[in-house]
């Protein structure tokens, strides 16, 4: 599985206005942006982005996930700390 794959689950399951994704073969680390996420609980923000994953990680092609998430304007504020993954 390569970057572009598992851009198109998470892109094909939730509208975000911005998705970053980098992957080593077994770790993979994402930074999603949307304003969604105003309205969840950390552990949903999660939850929201990891089940498109759901059967990847079942499968054990991706072993650990980092998720960083952020509404527009905190992505404006802190892209340059978070960029390049």
Excluded at 59 to 80: C, L, Y
Aim: proline share 2%; glycine share 2%; charged share 30%.
């Amino acid at each position: 599985m390569d970057v572009c794959e598992i851009e198109k689950i998470i892109n094909d399951a939730i509208k975000l206005d911005e998705l970053h994704v980098a992957f080593d073969g077994s770790q993979c680390k994402i930074i999603a942006v949307a304003d969604l996420f105003d309205e969840l609980s950390r552990v949903k923000k999660q939850q929201l982005v990891t089940a498109p994953l759901a059967q990847v990680i079942k499968e054990g092609v991706i072993h650990a996930i980092t998720i960083k998430t952020f509404n527009t304007e905190q992505w404006k504020r802190d892209k340059m700390f978070n960029l390049p993954l």
